[in-house]
């Protein structure tokens, strides 16, 4: 046992590894992300550093003071059950903002999508303005553009899914278009709806889940609603580290959307007058978490250097370096959240 170090794989199994084998990790999970998106690897002092959080034997650790970035959460209202706290939406703020250190919320509806959300979200206002008295953090309202809703059986388009093996096309690709229209109307309407009774921001979160036709939905709702309400905050929030090309040939301002990586994905949003951006580096469950953990600080820290808006990281459940599981170690979200934040300077997780 002596001069093991105890760690976990990105599936969450617990895992014993030597030096040896942890910087190894450390330095293939970085080559791995920095080949595929064409970025720098890190350097041999930022691999030491990681490697020395991993190498502590603290149950918690933290960053250093003066190095503190803002902590923020998506689907709060949701995530209080898994916890087996059964709370109402109210509570559950209340909860992350007063116990869990928050310091900007969301609120969220179970249906975490605007297209369930347009015909209730006149439902949504009293609760959201009951809120507002209740907090002192900035209370943002979250949901995803979830364009697969708006493709047939449970939306008003044809299905992309049944057309491509049909070989057809250029169908498919019309079915996306038909799609995004759908989706940055209900969009835009329930985004201005929530703004106008109150809401300090607007997140669109897991963007990109159905590939690029869902990054340029939106993409033009953040352009209607910056258009609509200047100072209104946007928080995006990707899906992946890199967007999926569903459709393939979508561009948006003239760059091509699929394929792009998180250090393009955030200067195409910011252009389009996104406040906030969330990168998303997936988890490779096979691999350990000191490998995943130096993945998505490379491509992180490339993306928060092509930033002038505020990058904040999405490091959860999959994401960020964690492992895939519901309930997260709280050791392992201590050392990569600390990782994440002293080399990457970012500013917010």
Same mark, same amino acid.
């Given at each position: ?68 970035? !803002? ?7 949701? *995530?209080?059950?898994?916890? /087996? $706290? =059964?709370?109402?939406?109210?509570? @559950? ?93 209900? !969009? ?7 703004? *106008?009774?109150?809401?300090? /921001? $607007? =997140?669109?979160?897991?963007?990109? @889940? ?107 459940? /999959? ?31």
């Amino acid at each position: 046992m002596m001069g093991k170090i105890i760690s976990r794989m990105g599936s969450g199994e617990i895992v014993e590894l030597s030096d040896t084998e942890l910087m190894s990790d450390i330095k293939k999970g970085s080559e791995d992300i920095a080949e595929n998106a064409g970025i720098p690897t890190l350097s041999e002092d930022e691999e030491k550093h990681i490697f020395d959080i991993f190498k502590s034997h603290n149950k918690m650790t933290g960053v250093e003071k003066g190095l503190e970035v !803002i902590m923020t959460y998506d689907g709060p209202t949701s *995530e209080i059950r898994r916890l /087996g $706290i =059964n709370s109402g939406r109210l509570d @559950a703020l209340q909860i992350f903002e007063r116990c869990f250190g928050s310091d900007t919320i969301e609120m969220s509806h179970v249906d975490y999508s605007y297209k369930p959300l347009k015909p209730i979200v006149y439902e949504e206002v009293p609760l959201l303005e009951q809120a507002q008295f209740l907090l002192v953090a900035p209370l943002l309202y979250g949901a995803m553009p979830n364009l697969g809703l708006y493709t047939r059986p449970d939306g008003p388009a044809p299905n992309p899914a049944e057309l491509l093996p049909q070989g057809k096309i250029a169908e498919a690709r019309q079915a996306y278009a038909e799609a995004i229209d759908f989706a940055v109307n209900d !969009i835009v309407f329930v985004a201005s709806v929530l703004y *106008e009774a109150g809401a300090d /921001g $607007i =997140n669109l979160d897991t963007v990109g @889940a159905s590939g690029d036709p869902d990054f340029k939905a939106a993409l033009i709702a953040t352009e209607k609603l910056k258009k609509k309400y200047p100072d209104i905050c946007i928080e995006m929030g990707m899906a992946g580290e890199f967007v999926l090309g569903m459709h393939g040939e979508i561009e948006h301002a003239g760059q091509r959307l699929a394929g792009s990586y998180a250090q393009e994905q955030v200067k195409i949003a910011q252009d389009s007058g996104v406040t906030i951006f969330g990168p998303a580096v997936n988890t490779v469950s096979k691999e350990s978490v000191p490998w995943n953990l130096s993945r998505a600080i490379t491509l992180t820290k490339a993306c928060v250097q092509e930033s002038n808006i505020p990058v904040h990281a999405n490091m959860g459940m /999959g994401v960020g370096g964690l492992p895939i599981c519901e309930i997260l170690p709280s050791d392992l979200v201590s050392m990569c959240s600390k990782a994440m934040v002293e080399i990457t300077r970012l500013d917010g997780l």
